[in-house]
């Protein structure tokens, strides 16, 4: 089925759409920090994707600049969060591009 994940003052939190209960799955406070659900850290999330298969959620940490991954697999309170890299910039994407087009 669907899993409802919002992003909510630095939190990324479940809606169970059956009762209207919200649980905060990873993410506690303003910051970063790669750990296990609400230990981790994040600044400003945005957007979340979640794989078909529903094991794992990408989530844009905007205030940090990173893609973000959680591991959805298992219990929600057991979300572990990784840093997957940076988000690319005007900047970056068009040094990329022009190293690109020499080859």
Same mark, same amino acid.
């Given at each position: 089925?669907?899993i409802?994940?919002?992003?909510?003052?630095?939190?990324?939190?479940?809606?169970d759409l059956?009762?209207g209960t919200?649980?905060?799955v990873?993410?506690?406070?303003q910051g970063?920090?790669? %750990?296990t !659900? +609400? /230990?981790a850290e994040?600044?400003?999330?945005?957007?979340?994707?979640? &794989?078909?298969?529903?094991?794992?959620?990408?989530?844009?940490?905007?205030?940090n600049?990173?893609?973000?991954k959680?591991?959805?697999?298992g219990?929600?309170?057991?979300c572990?969060c990784? %840093?997957? !890299? +940076? /988000?690319?910039?005007?900047s970056?994407?068009s040094?990329?591009?022009? &190293?690109?087009?020499?080859?």
């Amino acid at each position: 089925g669907d899993i409802p994940l919002v992003t909510e003052f630095h939190k990324i939190r479940i809606v169970d759409l059956n009762n209207g209960t919200v649980t905060t799955v990873a993410g506690s406070a303003q910051g970063m920090l790669e %750990d296990t !659900g +609400t /230990l981790a850290e994040f600044d400003q999330p945005r957007h979340i994707a979640v &794989s078909p298969d529903t094991f794992t959620g990408l989530i844009s940490d905007t205030g940090n600049h990173r893609i973000r991954k959680i591991d959805l697999h298992g219990a929600f309170g057991a979300c572990k969060c990784q %840093d997957c !890299g +940076t /988000l690319f910039t005007a900047s970056s994407s068009s040094s990329s591009s022009s &190293s690109a087009g020499g080859r």
